[in-house]
């Protein structure tokens, strides 16, 4: 877990806001495609499920049905992660003239072979029946198209930078919205009835393309050390925005700001104590959390009570750690953060079941540094 950059902990802590913040797939409105514009017909190559038997491969959009194309690979795990939600809304949607096509451009043999793999699992205590990914996957139509001509006219087209990525088309062919797989009920649902506001999701795409153009100039001074200029820049865009969620969001990146640059604060110390509490199922977020910690503090910053916070609520989890290799590096963490807050004894434990938990090149970088407690102790 070594920083990659000096301003590693910008990265990380900003990781909390602004997943929800851009929602993964940005949209632009002045691309070759954007929503309104006439929808590409595609040519997919191979389609290899078809939705029970339910449905056609199709090249064009027939008026009055609603389409919803989405890209995917084997190896993206968000894209895995949206297969059983697909499913549900395929499932939801059969007979009211809705197909979801889902594309990946892999060769398909190699997507047969994952199809037999044992999907997530979504039921509850151990009579759960598993499901192979074929099975999950077999509501909608799958496909694959290797020479990448619908990628290209879809999310090359809109400037989409990632995957998952979907596009509804609508009962006139034209794309109604770009997003996040996962994040596309509502929009579908009043694009189904008919009660959906093209022009006003249009405007909310070009709100957003000011604020993204704003984050990258953030980022950017974030990035050089400058945060009192990226705070200030964060503060006037608080100004502007009207949406709650998007308010939310922007006083969540301006703690994250707040935080990096070591400006700890009453405001800064209530928002990370309500992302802890968000997080509370969830070892790894807390752990991650806890590393931009200590590189706040590594470089000179204040991070108040947050980091004895953080112990208390990652010590009960230790036990859900089931990955051998992040068992270590979570009880590193933890010696860290006692560290910070001057519990040598508690320190030196965490970090004496990291050496003992290492292997190679690790233990001894682990032993390095209990040995460094020990003589920060000493002294």
């Not at 920083?3 to 997943?19: G, Q």
């Not at 090249?59 to 049905?65: A, C, M, R, V």
């Not at 919803?68 to 992660?81: D, K, L």
């Not at 108040?304 to 609520?313: D, I, K, Q, S």
Request: proline share 5%.
């Amino acid at each position: 877990m070594k920083p990659a950059h000096p301003h590693c902990a910008l990265f990380i802590a900003l990781s909390f806001v602004l997943t929800s913040f851009l929602g993964g797939a940005s949209v632009t409105a002045d691309d070759t495609l954007g929503i309104g514009s006439k929808a590409p017909s595609i040519d997919v190559e191979h389609w290899i499920q078809n939705g029970n038997g339910f449905f056609k491969p199709i090249k064009t959009f027939e008026k009055d049905k609603v389409y919803v194309i989405e890209f995917w690979a084997t190896w993206c795990q968000p894209c895995i992660m949206s297969m059983p939600h697909l499913a549900e809304l395929q499932n939801q949607y059969r007979g009211e003239n809705v197909q979801i096509i889902s594309i990946s451009n892999e060769d398909p043999d190699e997507i047969k072979q994952f199809l037999t793999g044992e999907a997530p699992s979504k039921g509850k205590g151990e009579n759960a029946k598993p499901k192979t990914f074929e099975e999950v996957t077999s509501a909608y139509s799958l496909t694959t198209d290797p020479d990448g001509s619908v990628y290209h006219d879809y999310m090359a087209a809109s400037d989409q930078q990632g995957i998952p990525t979907a596009f509804i088309v609508g009962k006139d062919s034209k794309v109604e919205w770009i997003g996040h797989p996962m994040e596309m009920d509502e929009p579908l649902a009043q694009v189904v009835k008919g009660t959906w506001d093209r022009e006003a999701f249009l405007k909310e795409v070009e709100a957003q393309k000011e604020i993204d153009k704003a984050f990258e100039e953030i980022t950017q001074l974030a990035t050089k050390g400058k945060f009192d200029e990226a705070i200030a820049l964060v503060d006037e865009q608080m100004k502007k925005v009207k949406n709650p969620a998007l308010l939310e969001n922007l006083t969540g990146f301006r703690a994250s700001l707040m935080l990096s640059s070591g400006k700890i604060n009453d405001e800064v110390i209530a928002f990370y104590r309500s992302q802890m509490k968000l997080m509370k199922e969830d070892w790894r977020s807390i752990t991650s959390f806890g590393y931009s910690l200590t590189d706040v503090a590594q470089q000179g910053g204040k991070v108040g009570p947050l980091a004895r916070e953080t112990v208390e609520a990652l010590k009960p989890m230790l036990d859900q750690v089931d990955d051998p290799r992040a068992k270590p590096v979570v009880y590193h963490i933890l010696a860290r953060l006692s560290a910070i807050d001057k519990k040598m004894d508690e320190a030196i434990s965490f970090q004496e079941k990291s050496v003992e938990m290492s292997e190679g090149q690790q233990k001894a970088r682990m032993q390095e540094f209990l040995d460094g407690l020990t003589k920060q102790k000493e002294e």
